[in-house]
């Protein structure tokens, strides 16, 4: 059974005991880990016991066949609820769902995946199992953080100016954890009847981090090639090379957008970045101008298509994604229009 948005949302809220076990899977690893976080809590609130839960990962499980099996046939020494946490690298083998659906198992049993495909034997197999609950985790929307923001501006009595939700809901979304987190900066730094501004908001999300990140990806755009690899280097230790890839790909629509509604009002490249909503950091206007008169919107689909590559080739090459990152950014910078 598959359970999306707000059914999903109710569900993590209350999960069910009647049911065999839980898949999570998606783009998000932050909305990922934090539902994961919450089931666990749900079905072990003694977390003072050990042998209530048991992780196993995609190694752990292909180098020991017969270790999915035990686990699933193992009692729990109380009366409590025993969880098994499957932290997957990668997809369950067709053999292993068999042994999950066939187990009649006392555990409730958790899978923690990434991006499955359709065609995946985990997918297939628990969407059309009644014991079964399949919890797609995607990129949140505008509207999906519009409504998060709203909501935490409720429980602690606080209003924000339009245009300070615009730049929030611009600048977050990839990861649910990396928006919860900074939602939270944001309103931590206000008391109960506040009413947050823009420039507030400003000083805040504009962080070291992300402006580091932002300047990986407009030095890649305005062709500064020789500068990448150190500023590579310095990014990749706060963002995972799943994350830059996310937010080039994001940049990289953007420009395209920007560059249609330039042809569609026949306007300036510097209007079209004056007047685009939600609005972009005003520092970073400079270097937009510079790349929307470097690039074409033929060029930037075929970086797209690069990206979509790549983002496959990290998943295949885990211990290269690092390297094989780098070597994307640096292709795309050397490309000519």
């Not at 923690?112 to 359709?118: D, H, I, P, S, Y």
């Not at 994001?250 to 009002?265: F, G, P, S, T, Y």
């Amino acid at each position: 059974m598959i359970l999306r948005n707000k059914q999903a949302d109710d569900f993590i809220k209350n999960p069910s005991d009647d049911i065999q076990g839980i898949l999570l899977h998606g783009q998000d690893s932050g909305l990922i880990n934090f539902r994961t976080k919450a089931l666990v809590s749900h079905y072990i609130p003694n977390k003072n016991d050990p042998f209530l839960l048991s992780t196993i990962n995609s190694t752990q499980l292909n180098d020991d066949p017969g270790l999915l099996a035990d686990e699933l046939d193992t009692f729990a020494l109380t009366n409590d609820k025993r969880v098994i946490l499957l932290d997957l690298s990668s997809d369950l083998k067709k053999e292993q769902v068999d042994c999950i659906i066939e187990s009649k198992s006392q555990s409730i049993l958790i899978i923690n995946a990434g991006e499955l495909k359709t065609s995946s034997p985990s997918r297939k197999a628990f969407e059309s199992d009644k014991n079964f609950i399949v919890i797609p985790c995607y990129n949140s929307s505008n509207i999906d953080i519009m409504a998060l923001l709203n909501n935490k501006l409720k429980d602690r009595d606080l209003t924000m100016q339009k245009d300070a939700k615009d730049l929030i809901v611009a600048s977050l979304g990839n990861d649910y954890g990396n928006t919860t987190s900074e939602i939270e900066k944001i309103l931590n730094q206000h008391q109960s009847g506040d009413e947050i501004s823009k420039s507030e908001v400003e000083s805040i999300i504009v962080s070291s981090s992300n402006i580091i990140v932002t300047d990986l990806v407009d030095t890649v755009f305005e062709k500064k090639t020789k500068s990448i690899s150190r500023l590579y280097h310095s990014v990749i230790d706060e963002f995972n090379p799943a994350q830059i890839l996310i937010i080039t790909s994001n940049h990289v629509i953007k420009l395209m957008e920007l560059l249609a509604e330039k042809d569609d009002l026949n306007i300036p490249n510097k209007q079209v970045i004056e007047n685009t909503k939600p609005p972009i950091f005003f520092k970073r206007h400079p270097s937009l101008l510079k790349q929307l008169n470097t690039w074409n919107r033929g060029t930037l689909s075929d970086i797209i298509e690069i990206l979509s590559e790549t983002t496959i080739e990290t998943r295949k090459n885990n211990d290269l994604s690092v390297e094989l990152t780098e070597r994307c950014l640096l292709k795309i910078s050397s490309l000519k229009n």
